[in-house]
């Protein structure tokens, strides 16, 4: 169609509605641009639906969809571009978007076309409850009008009753992140909304405490005030709080943290970055007897601490309903409190690191691991054997080491089901498993192993091949070293937090 100024023409919209619908059927067949049949959707009411419906149909995607997975680097630009003007979504409800907005983008005006488009498909919903996004890095030239972009679209969200929201930023750290000088660093967070919010009309707060689940990666300087605010708004309803990738911005990052209380938070994930250590230790013991789970690795302390955690600080902490907590055997010595302070625990995942100028010995916290007064289920997640972890089993078996009167194993009375996570080795390490038996026979109430490891797409998603033991052979050699052992295997999931 070579000219479709004629159909925006306000007498042949109207003559429209007198024209069989076949006709516009046909009409609609020969229109092939995708630029085209947006334009013609805006000619009439007729003409918007059959449009619309021809552009989905082409680009194979469902428009009412309530589980909706956009990427830019598969064209999810031309779906957004339908998804803006569509009016059969007015007043539709969205279980999950998701959105990545990848890196690829060379201009500033590429990417804030797309996030605009985006937000005008978010304005036309009446309610979203997840939202999971990945923000792009900006673009060259002036972030200015990308930052207010993503701010307006950040806002619609949570409007639209969002009830978990999971932030991802595209860059890895924010340690070199730009910003406006008003804008943090500042001793007051109330401060940092003074001038940030585009056309300085801040958000609506009354009637908008739904959000209840909260995950954030990296913590850059612009978006800094909008989490402080939506936290804020939201901290009488939210359970579940998490934070990864905090490398730059930590000071901040504990400030925000000391002007917030969340009466009801029952979940609480800190995974790598370079954070003050003291101003977190006061976050948590604002929330005695609150936390049910608690994530907390690969952590640095910046200034390092002078003073070791005093047992009396965090014990109330995880007191009264603890019951996983996932963490390292550095933090298990130098930062958690006793596990007899734990009397809810069932589950404790300890990460072992995998390299070995990083490797802890297990032994430290193990020894604390036997003050548990409950049966737990203690998962080891090893990355890798053959460098901190491997060296490691290896050492024990080494002359006398492996006596049960001096191994801290024998003590753990507690451990009744053990889980060897291993991540991308895939019980292959035959040294490993030739040692296992004789390992686990040092845990007295052990009742149960599971082995897993490969996850849906790893190629060694069996445990066995043709130079390992067999399956039968392994599981009879285990079950001699220790009577009536359960064992399984299974596939480790792809997800992560």
């Known amino acids: ?147 207010e972009a993503n701010i307006l679209l950040l806002t619609t969200i949570l409007a639209r009753s969002c009830r978990d929201i999971r932030i991802t930023a595209s860059q890895l750290t924010s340690f070199d992140d730009a910003g406006p000088k008003h804008m943090p660093p500042s001793s007051k967070p109330a401060d940092w909304l003074k001038n940030y919010w585009p056309g300085q009309r801040p958000p609506p707060t009354n009637g908008s405490k739904h959000l209840k ?32 990738n905090i490398f730059g911005g930590g000071t901040d990052w504990a400030t925000m943290l000391a002007h917030l209380h969340f009466p009801h938070l029952r979940r609480l994930t800190i995974i790598y970055g370079v954070i003050p250590r003291d101003p977190l230790i006061k976050f948590l013991t604002k929330h005695p007897g609150t936390l049910t789970a608690f994530q907390y690795h690969h952590i640095r302390y910046e200034p390092p601490p002078k003073h070791p ?89 080494r002359g006398n080491l492996l006596n049960a009167a001096t191994r801290p194993e024998s003590l753990l009375r507690c451990v009744e089901t053990l889980v060897m996570d291993n991540g991308d080795w895939g019980f292959m390490d035959n040294h490993i498993l030739a040692r296992l038996p004789r390992w686990l026979g040092l845990f007295p109430e052990l009742r149960a192993l599971t082995l897993r490891g490969g996850g849906p797409g790893h190629k060694q998603l069996s445990p066995f091949d043709d130079h390992s033991l067999s399956a039968s052979a392994l599981i009879k050699t285990l079950r001699e070293a220790c009577p009536g052992l359960y064992v399984e295997f299974c596939a480790r999931e792809s997800v992560n937090v």
Not at 29 to 43: G, H, I, M, P, Q
Not at 385 to 397: A, D, E, P
């Open 309 to 397: 955690v005093r047992t009396s600080v965090l014990g109330p902490v995880f007191h009264d309903r603890l019951e996983t907590l996932t963490t390292s055997s550095e933090h298990i010595l130098n930062f958690l409190p006793p596990f007899s302070c734990m009397p809810k625990l069932k589950n404790v995942v300890i990460q072992v690191e995998e390299l070995l100028n990083n490797f802890i010995p297990l032994e430290g916290a193990l020894q604390r691991l036997a003050a548990c007064v409950n049966k737990i289920t203690l998962t080891l997640e090893v990355t890798r054997t053959g460098l901190g972890f491997g060296v490691w089993f290896s050492n024990i078996f």
């Open 1 to 147: 169609m070579s000219n479709l100024e004629l159909i925006h023409d306000r007498q042949n919209t109207e003559s429209t509605r007198y024209l069989p619908t076949e006709l516009l059927l046909t009409i609609v067949d020969l229109v092939e641009s995708d630029e085209d049949l947006l334009a013609l959707a805006t000619a009439s009411r007729r003409f918007h639906n059959l449009s619309l419906h021809r552009y989905f149909s082409k680009h194979d995607f469902d428009p009412y969809s309530k589980e909706l997975r956009l990427s830019s680097i598969y064209g999810s630009l031309n779906n957004l571009a339908g998804l803006a003007i569509f009016l059969d979504l007015v007043g539709a409800s969205v279980e999950h978007l998701s959105y990545d907005f990848q890196v690829g983008y060379t201009e500033v005006q590429q990417l804030v076309k797309e996030v605009r488009l985006l937000t005008q498909y978010v304005a036309k919903l009446s309610s979203i409850n997840r939202v999971s996004l990945r923000l792009a890095s900006f673009a060259s030239g002036d972030p200015k009008e990308s930052r």
């Open 213 to 244: 689940s909260c995950f954030v990666h990296t913590f850059p300087r612009f978006l800094r005030p909008f989490y402080f605010h939506m936290l804020r708004t939201n901290a009488s309803v939210l359970t579940d709080l998490a934070f990864r």
